[in-house]
């Protein structure tokens, strides 16, 4: 069964950096794009950044986009996002998902735990 396990975050002053990664098993990850979601408290979840199944394309969100960079190692089956220049905002739970061809959406309900990215002073 599918199975995404993401880590790597915790509490940050504004201006720090993070890199949270995201194991995947249970699918042939090199087939699929991954992406990057967030959810603030009372927010809907909001996708961060996608990199297709090659790693040869990226696409981020306005709000992160030359502060974020997403990147992927098929060898490991694990997808990572680096974040630079944290600002109190990008507070959430960071998840990881799959999606596959050109609609960035998970082919399937499942959604690992999640990792919290606190930005504070």
């Known amino acids: 069964q599918v199975q995404l396990v993401e880590s790597g975050g915790g509490l940050v002053q504004p201006g720090g950096s993070l890199r949270l990664s995201c194991a995947a098993s249970g699918f042939t990850f090199s087939n699929y794009g991954m992406s990057w979601y967030r959810q603030a408290p009372g927010k809907e979840r909001e996708l961060v950044a996608h990199i297709t199944s090659t790693g040869s394309s990226t696409n981020y969100a306005d709000s992160v986009k030359g502060r974020f960079t997403i990147s992927r190692d098929n060898v490991k089956n694990t997808v990572y996002l680096q974040m630079n220049s944290l600002k109190l905002e990008d507070t959430a739970v960071y998840y990881c998902?799959?999606?596959?061809?050109?609609?960035?959406?998970?082919?399937?309900?499942?959604w690992g735990q999640g990792t919290q990215v606190t930005v504070s002073s």
């Open positions: 998902n799959a999606y596959r061809g050109i609609i960035v959406r998970p082919p399937w309900n499942t």
